[in-house]
């Protein structure tokens, strides 16, 4: 039987894991679980409820210069407005499908320069991929965690030269991008505040993922806010426990981070376009993300 649960279980084979992230792309998802996993597909599934619209914003795609790399991102942003509050959007393992595209813009109408860089782009087209196993091992499982960082810094750099306020940084992001979210909050004292949607916590070091978010927990460059599912069979509520103690342990910024659970949520709820989708965890999330970056001086 075919069933919508790829989030819970596409860790299982990315090596030096031990926890759940989460796949996917707008127009796509569908997973054999158990021994199909590995041969799974991802057949045109639903299309996303939410539609941003891009009147009265700057929206589409650009170049980042990394180190000579040209790095493609979406970006949307009020339009013919500088000096604007930015909020880097890290996407699921599919890339900056359009439901990222579209949370881009749904920070843009709240006033926040919105980028989404596509941190797989070096390893493959995510995007292009209709079968998971495939996906993990040509793409994901290749990307090593200094080259998100270092991805990530210099997409702020290109905020900053185009009409981005960088003493008002945020960050967002959602399964695997949530992930970085820990990891990218802890690197750059720029950042001030974040987001982490349901990415995972603890993990094996290995050469490209050294440290994993309970490792930087105490070395925060600003609060992070943590939107999880209590029903998210693999991201465990005892790793969401770990981390509050490392947090606690920690700098102010680590003491100041929050983590908020839904009780009946599973992972990926805030993905509009599949059957994961919670209305109501959702839309508090959002509010609370909106919240959390006004809070910390990211609005």
């Known amino acids: 039987m075919i069933q919508p649960q790829l989030e819970s279980d596409f860790h299982a084979l990315l090596p030096g894991t031990v926890t759940a992230d989460g796949p996917t792309r707008r127009t796509a998802l569908k997973a054999a679980l158990g021994v199909g996993y590995a041969a799974a597909t991802l057949p045109v599934m639903a299309q996303s409820v939410v539609k941003t619209s891009a009147e009265g914003l700057v929206a589409g795609d650009v170049s980042i210069d990394v180190n000579g790399f040209k790095m493609p991102a979406y970006r949307a942003a ?11 959007v890290l996407s699921e393992i599919f890339g900056v499908h359009e439901y990222i595209a579209d949370t881009a813009r749904r920070f843009a109408r ?6 989404a ?3 797989f782009v070096r390893q493959g087209d995510a995007q292009s991929y209709g079968e998971m196993a495939k996906l993990i091992a040509e793409v994901i499982s290749k990307v090593p965690d200094a080259q998100v960082l270092a991805d990530l810094d210099a997409t702020l750099a290109w905020a900053g030269a185009n009409g981005g306020d960088l003493n008002r940084v945020g960050i967002t992001g959602f399964c695997w991008g949530g992930r970085q979210v820990w990891l990218y909050t802890a690197h750059n004292p720029r950042v001030k505040a974040g987001v982490a949607w349901y990415g995972r916590l603890v993990g094996q070091s290995t050469p490209l993922t050294p440290k994993h978010p309970v490792d930087v927990a105490a070395q925060l460059n600003g609060p992070v806010l943590g939107l999880y599912g209590g029903a998210d069979t693999g991201i465990p509520l005892d790793t969401v426990e770990s981390m509050k103690i490392k947090l606690a342990q920690g700098n102010a ?25 919670r209305q109501g965890p959702a839309q ?9 970056f006004k809070t910390h001086g990211v609005a």
């Open 110 to 115: 709240a006033g926040y320069l919105a980028i």
């Open 284 to 292: 508090d999330g959002w509010q609370r993300a909106l919240d959390w």
């Open 78 to 88: 009020p339009a013919g407005k500088t000096g604007l509050p930015v909020v880097l």
């Open 117 to 119: 860089p596509e941190l």
């Open 253 to 277: 910024a680590a003491k100041a981070s929050q983590f908020v659970v839904y009780p009946d949520a599973p992972h990926a709820f805030h993905a509009d376009y599949r059957p994961s989708f």
